[in-house]
């Protein structure tokens, strides 16, 4: 899993380059990924999804990539902008979509 | 387009109170859930309830109840609040179990 410390890891990224966010998850029989944005005071916000039977997806400035072999989930956002400073975390689901499973999170903040 | 809603903001209970948490959806999702989030915890699940006339225990039920009181609300209640319960609560909803869930905007609650 993530790490569990007190403080978010934080990735400081210049406005403009690609940001690359990591996810170790723990259950090699899950089904199914969730990328999740949470923007200080709101709630999550979906992102973007894959399956299992998957290991890349594309949306608008967004990709997520998954390693089966190593238990391990990105999501790459591309030419980050200020408006991508939040937390994002990953969620596993399992058990036939009967578990779900979130990770603490990654706190993302972009340098003007 | 409304989403998920949750009353109150925030609030203040002093420890042996009781308080109801309020979530209503109009999306016409059939599942919904109540997570609690935590510094350096990913969001854990208190209870869900897959379906109308269904609930669930989560991760961590204890101290809680809820009532899915039609398709639209789904509440929770601390019947005697402890220091323990002092968190951030999400109510969410999907259209199906464990799918890509849309959240509220959060009861920030602390318990003194």
């Known amino acids: 899993g993530e790490n569990v410390g007190l403080h978010l890891p934080t990735l400081s990224v210049q406005e403009g380059d690609n940001s690359i966010i990591n996810c170790a998850y723990s259950?090699?029989?899950?089904?199914?990924f969730i990328w999740y944005k949470q923007e200080s005071g709101k709630g999550p916000q979906f992102i973007i999804d894959?399956?299992?039977?998957?290991d890349k997806r594309q949306g608008q400035r967004v990709t997520v990539l998954l390693n089966k072999t190593v238990k391990h989930l990105s999501l790459q956002i591309a030419a980050t902008q200020p408006g991508d400073s939040a937390v994002y975390f990953c969620?596993?689901?399992?058990?036939?979509?009967?578990?779900?499973?979130f990770g603490i999170g990654t706190k993302l903040q972009v340098i003007p | 387009n409304a989403g998920v809603t949750q009353t109150p903001k925030f609030q203040v209970l002093k420890t042996g109170q009781s308080m109801t948490l309020q979530c209503a959806q109009d999306m016409n999702h059939n599942s919904m859930y109540w997570y609690r989030q935590d510094p350096g915890m990913g969001l854990r699940l208190i209870y869900y309830s897959a379906s109308e006339g269904t609930t669930d225990k989560g991760e961590v039920p204890n101290g809680y109840n809820v009532s899915r009181l039609n398709k639209r609300e789904f509440s929770l209640r601390l019947e005697s609040a402890a220091p323990s319960q002092t968190s951030v609560y999400f109510c969410a909803s999907s259209e199906a179990a464990v799918r890509a869930h849309t959240f509220g905007s959060g009861t920030r609650l602390t318990v003194v």
């Open positions: 894959i399956r299992s039977n998957m």
């Open positions: 969620a596993e689901i399992s058990g036939g979509y009967q578990k779900v499973t």
């Open positions: 259950n090699s029989a899950s089904d199914y």
